[in-house]
T-cell receptor, first 113, second 113 residues
Framework: QQQVKQSPQSLIVQKGGISIINCAYE??????FPWYQQFPGKGPALLIA?????SEKKEGRFTISFNKSAKQFSLHIMDSQPGDSATYFC????????????FGQGTTLQVKP | DAGVTQSPTHLIKTRGQQVTLRCSPI?????VSWYQQVLGQGPQFIFQ???????GRGNFPDRFSARQFPNYSSELNVNALLLGDSALYLC????????????FGPGTRLTVL
C-alpha cells in the first residue's frame, strides 16, 4: 500500500516528440506528488509537483496529469530534447509530519537526435 | 546561491567499519532528510530532521543514526557496515519539515568491501 509503481522502465523518444511516464499508487492518504529528474552521478532535481486538488499542472515543457479516482499520475515532456535524456522518478507522500517521500523505480529516458 | 552540499563525494569502507556522512542544507532551510539510493532503484527514505529534532524515520536498522546541528547541517552515521549498505546516500533540504520542496545534494557514494 506504500508503493508507487512507475512505468515504463525505459523509454526512447525522437527529438521533438512527447515523452510520457506513468505512476500508480494505492494509498489514498497520499497528497503530494513530485517528479524528479536525475542525471548520472548527480542527485535528483525537483521538476514539478502536484497536489490532488488539481487535475493538471504545467511548467514549461513539463506537465503533470493527475487522476485521483484512478490513483494515477503521469509526466508529459513536450518537444523532448536530447538534453532531457535522464532518469525520471515519480514520488508520493502522505506524511506531512515526517517528510517521507516514496519513490517509484525510475524511468530511463533517451531522446534521440 | 549554493545548493545542498555533501561530503565526502566518495568513500570506501570495509565490512564492520563505521562511517559518517555530512550534509549542509541550502541557506535558510531548516530541514534535512536522508535517503539511500541503491543502483538502479529510487531513493529510500532514512530520516528527516527539522529544527534539530527527528521528524521521521524510514525502515532502516538501528545501525543508522543521524543528528542535526544548530546551524542546520546534519550527519548520518552508519555502524557495523554491511556489503548491502553500498549505495548513494542523498541529503535533501527543505525550508520546513514535511515532504514538500525537497532539494537534493549530489550524494555520497559509499562502497563497502
Amino acid at each position: 500500500q506504500q508503493q508507487v509503481k512507475q512505468s515504463p522502465q525505459s523509454l526512447i523518444v525522437q527529438k521533438g516528440g512527447i515523452s510520457i511516464i506513468n505512476c500508480a499508487y494505492e494509498n489514498t492518504a497520499f497528497d503530494y506528488f513530485p517528479w524528479y529528474q536525475q542525471f548520472p552521478g548527480k542527485g535528483p532535481a525537483l521538476l514539478i509537483a502536484i497536489r490532488p486538488d488539481v487535475s493538471e499542472k504545467k511548467e514549461g515543457r513539463f506537465t503533470i496529469s493527475f487522476n485521483k479516482s484512478a490513483k494515477q499520475f503521469s509526466l508529459h515532456i513536450m518537444d523532448s530534447q536530447p538534453g532531457d535524456s535522464a532518469t525520471y522518478f515519480c514520488a508520493a507522500s502522505g506524511s506531512s509530519n515526517t517528510g517521507k517521500l516514496i519513490f517509484g523505480q525510475g524511468t530511463t529516458l533517451q531522446v534521440k537526435p | 546561491d549554493a545548493g545542498v552540499t555533501q561530503s565526502p563525494t566518495h568513500l570506501i569502507k570495509t565490512r564492520g567499519q563505521q562511517v559518517t556522512l555530512r550534509c549542509s542544507p541550502i541557506s535558510g532551510h531548516k530541514s534535512v532528510s536522508w535517503y539511500q539510493q541503491v543502483l538502479g532503484q529510487g531513493p529510500q527514505f532514512i530520516f528527516q530532521y527539522y529544527e534539530k529534532e527527528e521528524r521521521g524515520r524510514g525502515n532502516f536498522p538501528d545501525r543508522f543514526s543521524a543528528r542535526q546541528f544548530p546551524n542546520y547541517s546534519s550527519e548520518l552515521n552508519v555502524n557495523a557496515l554491511l556489503l548491502g549498505d553500498s549505495a548513494l546516500y542523498l541529503c535533501a533540504s527543505s525550508e520546513e519539515g514535511g515532504p514538500y520542496e525537497q532539494f537534493f545534494g549530489p550524494g555520497t557514494r559509499l562502497t563497502v568491501l
